[in-house]
Structure formats: C-alpha cells, structure tokens
T-cell receptor, first 116, second 113 residues
Framework: GAVVSQHPSWVICKSGTSVKIECRSL??????MFWYRQFPKQSLMLMAT?????????EQGVEKDKFLINHASLTLSTLTVTSAHPEDSSFYIC????????????FGSGTQLSVL | AQTVTQSQPEMSVQEAETVTLSCTYD???????LFWYKQPPSRQMILVIR??????QNATENRFSVNFQKAAKSFSLKISDSQLGDAAMYFC??????????FGGGTRVLVKP
C-alpha cells in the first residue's frame, strides 16, 4: 500500500517557540493532504486541507495564522505551529489523498506535541 | 456538512466471540464512502473496511463485516471471532465531496481473554 511518513513522531518545545511537522507521501504524488488534531481520548478533528501550489483551506475555528500550512511540492506538506502554547499540546495526524485510489486516504503515524 | 455518531463509548467482548459496533451518519450527498478505522495504542490509523454508498452489498474483510442500511443511515461493524489484537479504538467515518473525512467519536473495544 501507499506510504505516508510523518516527522517528528514526538516533540517537546518551550512556550512561545514554533514547531514544524512534516508529512511526506513516499511512493505517490499527493496534490491534497489533510491535517487532523486529536486530543486525548477524543476523535480526530480536521484542521485544514492542504493543496499543492495553493493556499490551505482551514476549517471553521482553526486559526490560520497559528497553524501555518505549506504544500510546496507534490510529496510534502508541512504544518508549523507558531508561538506554541500549552493548549496547543495535542496529537497531530496528516493524511494524503492518492490520485489513483481516491476511495482511500493514507495516514501518517502522527506527531505528539507537548508544549511546556 | 456531514456528521457521524457512535453511541457506544466502550464495548467489551470475550475472545473468540462477536461484537457489533454502531454508527449512524448524516449527509446530504448522494455519493459518499463509509469507513471503519482502527486506532491501536500506537495511534496509527488503520483502515479496517470501507463501503461505497452506491453498493447495496455489505462489505466484508475476513473477520470484519458491515451492515449498511442506507435509508436508515446506519453503518455498523461486526467483528467475529474476536482476538486480543482487536483491542483498540474504532472510528466510523464518512468521506463525501471534497474528500474530507468526518469521524465519529469512537468506540473503545476491550477483548477479554
């Protein structure tokens, strides 16, 4: 099956710093990727849709200046949490849409962000 | 907009027995896909089974099968011959226009040896 790599798997940072998370489709080109957030014992909530070569589309209530998304190539989307605060601590998961297999989305392994 | 509801926060099943997880959904789209995902403690999302809305036949994948009732907007998952490795969170999800996935709140499955 198609592989999506997400790095880092976990990161600890100080409050006020920025953190970048990468999502790569390793064996296919993904014009569309999605970023989700998951709080402990809760479901996945869609944050934004990342489109290669264009601006990301954010879901209602998600601060676009806080969560910067860049999809500069067909295999890489990045999520930058700017000026992170403890309330940004969460599990972030990306998924990629395979152009030939649109019936399925392929997920990265997730990133646990802890802001001190 | 789509919504997905899982009414069972937790289900317990004896090893080798069968358990059924409930899921109801709402959408105004006529063309959509339904999924069940498994999230083990590693938190990697694993696709268990998928169903195309236009197909009347219920999907099956080995020990996993669904009961898709389109008119009732119901999509339950049956796990047969439960194994210890089936213990995980299970999420029901719908994918419609825009390819966005909307997830239900999840059901934790506990498997007793």
């Amino acid at each position: 099956g198609a592989v999506v790599s997400q790095h880092p798997s976990w990161v600890i940072c100080k409050s006020g710093t920025s953190v970048k998370i990468e999502c790569r489709s390793l064996d296919f080109q993904a014009t569309t990727m999605f970023w989700y957030r998951q709080f402990p014992k809760q479901s996945l909530m869609l944050m934004a849709t990342s489109n290669e070569g264009s601006k990301a589309t954010y879901e209602q209530g998600v601060e676009k200046d806080k969560f910067l998304i860049n999809h500069a190539s067909l295999t890489l989307s990045t999520l930058t949490v700017t000026s992170a605060h403890p309330e940004d601590s969460s599990f972030y998961i990306c998924s990629a849409l395979h152009p030939g297999r649109v019936e399925k989305l392929f997920f990265g392994s997730g990133t646990q962000l802890s802001v001190l | 907009a789509q919504t997905v509801t899982q009414s069972q926060p937790e289900m317990s099943v004896q090893e080798a027995e069968t358990v059924t997880l409930s899921c109801t959904y709402d959408t105004s789209e006529s063309d959509y896909y339904l999924f069940w995902y498994k999230q083990p403690p590693s938190r990697q999302m694993i696709l268990v089974i998928r169903q195309e809305a236009y197909k009347q036949q219920n999907a099956t994948e080995n020990r996993f099968s669904v009961n898709f009732q389109k008119a009732a907007k119901s999509f339950s998952l049956k796990i047969s011959d439960s194994q210890l490795g089936d213990a995980a969170m299970y999420f029901c999800a719908i994918k419609a226009a825009g390819n966005k996935l909307t997830f239900g709140g999840g059901t934790r499955v506990l498997v007793k040896p």
